[in-house]
């Protein structure tokens, strides 16, 4: 794992969606197609909008996301497909795209998406951390055992007051208590993460994970392991780290 430092949230995803369109680039070259994961939320914006803009094939690449809430219909503004859909599907032209509806029948749907990304091997995943720690909706203490790429997961009060407070959501009682999520050792497996991280209200979390031993009471902890991950942190998020 690195971790690379800039001055803004605008300099870290620029930073970021061009290392991941580099990624890209060498996939669709190698292999003629890639995979590759997306994350949602705020801490997403700046990457998703420069994404968009690089110079990539994109009818070569296959999409997966993270997470998303169970029972949320895609109209509502918190919806994942709904931010994915507006921000970066209906930008650009791509191969296939597997979203999570968290409209179906959970069990199901679970088990429908852990099948396909199966036989779609992973080359880069875009990450984010929350402020509890999680890595995509794997709140703390997070399941690093189990080998089923998607999982349903119980949201913690941390989590759900995060979403609401970046105003997805007008209370607390609006946030789901459950999720359709990728798990741990899925998101462990691609071959290339990316995780960017701005905002002072995550400079916790970010400590947490990144100096802190590996545990699953800092999910994305588990990031320090991986041979191809690089975190992008603006200045704020930074600040907790030791230099």
């Not at 209906?90 to 199966?118: P, T």
């Not at 402020?131 to 703390?140: I, R």
Request: aromatic fraction near 8%; proline fraction near 5%; charged fraction near 25%.
């Amino acid at each position: 794992m690195k971790i690379e430092i800039y001055n803004t949230p605008y300099e870290l995803g620029v930073a970021a969606a061009k290392h991941a369109a580099q990624l890209l680039h060498k996939v669709i070259e190698a292999n003629g197609t890639a995979n590759i994961i997306l994350a949602t939320g705020t801490s997403q914006f700046e990457t998703l909008n420069q994404l968009v803009s690089e110079d990539i094939d994109w009818s070569k690449l296959t999409m997966f996301h993270l997470d998303e809430y169970i029972g949320l219909p895609i109209t509502h503004p918190a919806s994942f497909r709904k931010y994915l859909k507006e921000r970066f599907i209906s930008k650009v032209d791509l191969k296939q795209v597997f979203l999570i509806n968290g409209e179906a029948n959970a069990e199901q749907e679970y088990k429908r998406l852990s099948d396909i990304i199966k036989q779609h091997p992973v080359d880069v995943a875009l990450v984010g951390i929350g402020e509890n720690g999680h890595l995509a909706f794997n709140d703390p203490p997070a399941d690093f055992e189990t080998e089923e790429p998607y999982i349903i997961v119980e949201l913690d009060d941390v989590c759900r007051r995060q979403q609401m407070n970046e105003g997805w959501f007008n209370s607390i009682d609006e946030v789901p208590r459950r999720a359709i999520s990728m798990s741990v050792k899925q998101i462990m497996k691609s071959k290339n993460i990316i995780c960017s991280v701005p905002d002072k209200r995550k400079a916790a979390a970010v400590k947490n994970c990144l100096k802190n031993p590996v545990s699953n009471l800092y999910p994305a902890s588990i990031l320090q392991t991986h041979n191809n991950c690089i975190v992008y942190l603006d200045k704020d998020a930074a600040s907790l780290l030791s230099h």
